[in-house]
């Protein structure tokens, strides 16, 4: 945002009586730009004279709120003390690190800014400013950040690692690992950076290198479920099902309790032929482990191939999927009405699905792509980060195409309502992949399940 821009917000907060957001936007000015007439003229107007003695006496009031993790109370203060021009990088990291700690990412965003502004040789601000941009999901600034903190402390594990989940999120694959590795080197058995270096290993089919690296960690004697768990799934890849299970097992015994334990015993399990105890454990997945779709997608998946199925458990477990995931959505709080203004122009059709590839989906979907007249305006959204023949054929084909593979649900629904479309396809039902939370939503008018 321009400059001319930041300051005719702060004014207009001025004119609202909202002293404090006023005072922090021309902070923010100042701190790029110290020079700036404007802003010093109008933050001295704000801003009444206060003591060194008065200012040092807040600020450690403020310090000593955080260190009892009393964090609303920190926030409360920290407002009054910015509207009063008791400012500075401890002022704004507390702020930041309390908003982080109640849950408030977003909010927390510009007080990182603000501290790395005022303090740019602070190379735990840039990671800290890299760590919140990464939980709001804005990946390529995280990016930048981590680099940051990186050139301030070359040597630094932490920073590293973060890195490698900036790249990672935006499908750089080749930078993660190399980011994940040089932080193993720096920190060689520190848990997470393996646990993420394997996983992407295993989703690059490097499964022999993921193998390696986690029985490396296991031999050494991990008390951790995760790697036997990563390990399993390695195994499981490879075909090797007695080795997948006897990890799954001892991921079990460890108290293992997260969606891609319960997905992949499962899939041994069913691959074993055991599948009434597969089944079992993805529905013991949907009831004690945190929500995630893909966990009552897997269990709904796989009792449409099994013989002598209870159809009222189906119908039952579909239920239960439709209850967690209304309950999730209605957390979102995403408005889901539309205009019953008639829209002029052409009929939008977005058809939702990962399988844009080498799929039988894509062979049953091509044929109707290319049928559409001019009457239609076609939006392809792919899920998926595999890109050939098929993909490049299908993208040229259609008037407007997504990737919407590193998107969260709530990013994909935002998007499909910009783009205006009337009738939306899933394609991919529940298999995996799928967006069936976004359709839950009500993203757009007319939404249909197809294939």
């Given at each position: ?11 207009r907060?001025?004119?609202?009586g909202?002293k ?17 007439i404007?802003?010093?003229?109008e ?8 003591t ?6 807040a ?8 260190n ?9 203060l920290?407002?009054k ?17 309390s ?6 990412q977003?909010?927390?965003v510009?007080?990182?800014q603000i ?10 601000g ?14 390529a ?24 989940v ?16 040089k932080?193993?080197?720096l ?6 950076i393996i646990?993420?270096l ?20 296991i031999?050494q004697?991990?008390?951790?479920s995760?790697?036997?768990?990563n ?18 097992l ?15 015993y ?11 105890k ?5 529905q ?21 191939y099994?013989?002598?199925k ?8 579909a ?8 309950g999730?959505?209605n ?7 539309f ?19 080498n ?10 792509l ?12 792919y899920n998926?980060?595999?890109s ?8 040229l084909?259609?008037?407007?195409w ?20 009337d ?7 529940h ?7 976004v359709f ?12």
């Open positions: 945002m321009q400059i001319e821009k930041l300051l005719q917000k702060a004014g907060f001025t004119k609202r909202d404090a957001q006023a005072v922090k936007i021309y902070q923010t000015i100042l701190a790029t730009y110290p020079q700036n404007k802003a010093k003229r933050l001295k107007k704000l801003v009444p004279d206060t060194v003695q008065e200012k040092a006496k600020i450690q009031q403020l310090v000593a709120l955080f009892k993790s009393d964090f609303n109370s920190v926030l409360q920290g407002q003390l910015l509207g009063v021009g008791v400012t500075g990088p401890v002022v704004h990291n507390l702020m930041a690190a908003y982080v700690s109640t849950g408030q977003s909010e927390a510009p007080h990182f501290v790395v502004q005022l303090n740019p040789d602070y190379a735990e840039f990671n800290n400013l890299g760590n919140v941009l990464l939980e709001t999901g804005r990946y600034e995280a990016e930048v950040a981590l680099k940051k903190a990186m050139k301030l402390r070359p040597n630094w594990p932490d920073a590293a690692y973060n890195l490698g900036a790249y990672s999120q935006q499908g750089n694959n080749e930078k993660a690992i190399e980011v994940y590795e932080a193993l080197e920190a060689p058995n520190a848990l997470n646990n993420n394997s996983a992407l290993l295993n989703n690059l089919k490097r499964f022999d290198e993921a193998i390696e690296l986690l029985t490396k960690l031999d004697g991990t008390h951790s995760v790697p036997y768990s390990r399993g799934i390695s195994y499981t890849k490879k075909y090797r099902y007695k080795e997948a299970e006897a990890d799954f001892k991921a079990k015994e460890l108290g293992a309790n997260f969606s891609g334990y319960y997905q992949g499962a899939e041994v399990l069913i691959a074993l032929k055991n599948y009434q597969g089944i079992e454990l993805l013991d997945g949907t009831v004690n482990s945190n929500y995630e779709p893909s966990t009552h997608d897997a269990l709904l998946l796989n009792q449409i099994i013989a002598n209870s159809s009222a458990k189906t119908y039952n477990n239920g239960v999927y439709g209850e967690c995931t209304m999730y959505v957390s979102l709080k995403t408005p889901c009405s205009s019953e203004e008639i829209r002029q122009g052409k009929l939008k059709i977005g058809y939702v699905s990962p399988d844009f590839k799929h039988s989906v894509a062979r049953f979907f091509e044929p109707l290319v049928s559409h007249t001019d009457q239609f305006e076609v939006y392809c959204y998926n980060k595999v050939d023949d098929i993909t490049k054929r299908i993208e084909a259609c008037d407007h997504r990737d919407i593979s590193r998107l969260t649900y709530i990013e994909l629904y935002n998007l499909i309502r910009s783009d205006s479309v009738i939306l396809v899933d394609l991919a039902g298999t995996s992949g799928n967006s069936l939370p839950a939503m009500g993203a757009a008018p007319i939404q249909i399940s197809w294939l």
